[in-house]
Every structure is written in C-alpha cells, then in structure tokens.
C-alpha cells in the first residue's frame, strides 16, 4: 500500500497529540476513511473542520510479480492432493483488491495502536466496507462510530468535504 500526503510525509507519529477540551470535556479526535477498492482517502475532524491527512493507494504489480506470486501448484500436508495457490475463479485484479482492503486494515490497526484516534468513520462502497469489516481487528472495531455504504471516493474535493460535512454534523 503506498501512503501519500502528511500521513507519508510525517507518520503516524505526527498525530500523537495532546487532548483538546471542549466544553471542559476531552474532545474525541475523528478519523474518517474515505474508500472503494482502489482508493482510500483519510480524513480528521479538528475543530469542527475537515482536514485531509493523506492517501493510500495499492501498490502497482507488474504482471510478472502478479504471476509469481499467484500462479502455481502446491502439495497439501498429506502430499495426496494438489491445491492451487488461490482459487482459479478469482481474477488478479480482484486478488489485488482484497490486498488492498487487508492491508488498510493492518494499517487502520498500527494506527489504533499507537492510539492516534478515538473514533473512526467508515465511508466506503458497499463491497469494500463489506470487505473492510470482515479483516478489521477487534480494538479498531470498537473504535467505529458510524458506517456509511457510499462510494464518495469519485467526489472532487469540494462535492466530498461538502458530503462528508452534511454526514458528519458533530
């Protein structure tokens, strides 16, 4: 998966902050995910405003690395039966897709970790969201406070601040 904006350039690290208080409470810090299956896009909510943190996008094979790695026989533990290496009905591009989602989980769970949120949004197409719940670990879970199956990622930046200020009044 390869990161890009602030969240390449300064690391997870950079959002280790201290507590703001509101209204003599310790404000939540708000993340929002933003994907579909080529796309991620990650948001904070600070002081009532959206801001933009970064990208993550998968990494581009060449079809020799795809072949490599998803090609190919292998024997079963009882040495009997020959099992290939990922179903044959599942295209690379799909493989792809679903490194994609596993990998953004991981880095959703390095993320809650470090403890740099309290709250996660998730707003992704009904399928990757689908996907996303089914690797999302167990701390990260618990951590989401809405889901949201809508595929915003095809917004411009305006259309998509727009839409996710009228999804996320508080």
Not at 113 to 135: C, N, Q, W, Y
Request: charged share 30%.
């Amino acid at each position: 998966m390869k990161l890009t904006g602030r969240i390449a350039d300064q690391g997870l690290t950079a959002f280790k902050e201290k507590f703001k208080l509101w209204h003599g409470r310790r404000a939540p810090r708000i993340w929002i995910l933003v994907a579909d299956e080529g796309v991620a896009k990650i948001f904070r909510k600070d002081d009532g405003h959206l801001e933009s943190i970064g990208e993550a996008r998968p990494e581009e094979l060449t079809v020799i690395e795809l072949s490599n790695r998803s090609m190919g026989r292998m024997a079963s533990a009882a040495g009997s039966t020959v099992q290939h290496k990922f179903e044959p009905h599942m295209a690379a591009s799909r493989q792809e897709e679903l490194s994609f989602v596993r990998d953004l989980a991981e880095w959703l769970d390095a993320a809650e970790s470090m403890d740099v949120f309290d709250r996660l949004i998730l707003v992704a197409s009904p399928r990757t969201l689908g996907e996303l719940r089914s690797v999302i670990s167990n701390p990260v879970q618990g951590r989401i406070a809405a889901e949201i199956d809508k595929d915003l990622t095809k917004l411009s930046t305006f259309d998509l601040r727009k839409a996710l200020d009228d999804i996320l009044w508080f």
